[in-house]
């Protein structure tokens, strides 16, 4: 069974940092892109971003490149969402995501029951 | 950046009516459109892939048809459970992949 669980949320000020952690189990972890993708209270999906299996290709919206970085840990089948200089608009659910095929980070099948960020003062 | 338009925002249909979804994108995006449906407190599920394709286990009353700029998904007798949001995505350009902003259907 697929299983991805994220952690690492909680209350930050404006302008700190927090890490975020996705531990999954059921699949092929390593030849897996993955995704992160948050939502704000109240509103909609917005993909924040993806890494290949290997870690060797990474890829950011723009709302968060250079302030966010995603990385893996295959050997323990995790993947991870550094997140610095955040903003009140970083306020939102983080969701962990699988892609349906290996290789590929587009189409999510398997989501986590997603970790909640909140920026403010 | 492709952005996808959803319509109508909010759609009132009664159970075991037809609700039928549009999604709109700026941009050919050939077949490269998923749905997902999502209830409250919950992630998102994946219902489609490919405008047309089911997902595994989704029940044979969702369906997807388009291509193009143009797609619709349609639940062809409302159960209970549908009653909740649904967001189309393109996975044609990316990144980023990027969503639209939602149908939420509700009870008429």
């Known amino acids: 069974e697929v299983q991805l669980l994220e952690s690492g949320g909680g209350l930050v000020q404006p302008g700190g940092s927090l890490r975020l952690s996705c531990a999954v189990s059921?699949?092929?972890?390593?030849?897996?892109?993955m995704n992160w993708v948050r939502q704000a209270p109240g509103k909609g999906l917005e993909w924040v971003s993806g890494i290949s299996g290997s870690g060797g290709s990474r890829y950011y919206a723009d709302s968060v490149r250079g302030r966010f970085v995603i990385s893996r840990d295959n050997s323990k089948n995790m993947v991870f969402l550094q997140m610095n200089s955040l903003r009140a608009e970083d306020t939102a659910v983080y969701y962990c995501a699988k892609p349906r095929a290996a290789g590929t980070l587009d189409i999510l099948d398997y989501w986590g029951q997603g970790t909640l960020v909140t920026v403010s003062s | 950046e492709i952005v996808l338009t959803q319509s109508p925002a909010t759609l009132s249909v009664s159970p075991g009516e037809r609700a039928t979804l549009s999604c709109r994108a700026s941009q050919n995006i050939n077949s490269d459109l998923a749905w997902y449906q999502q209830k409250p407190g919950q992630p998102p599920r994946l219902l489609i892939y490919g405008a047309s394709t089911r997902a595994t286990g989704i029940p044979a009353r969702f369906s997807g048809s388009g291509s193009g700029t143009e797609f619709t998904l349609t639940i062809s007798s409302l159960q209970s459970e549908d009653f909740v949001t649904y967001y189309c995505?393109?996975?044609?350009?990316?990144?980023?992949?990027?969503f639209g902003q939602g149908t939420k259907v509700e009870v008429k």
């Open positions: 995505q393109q996975y044609h350009s990316w990144p980023p992949p990027t």
């Open positions: 059921g699949f092929n972890f390593n030849i897996y892109a």
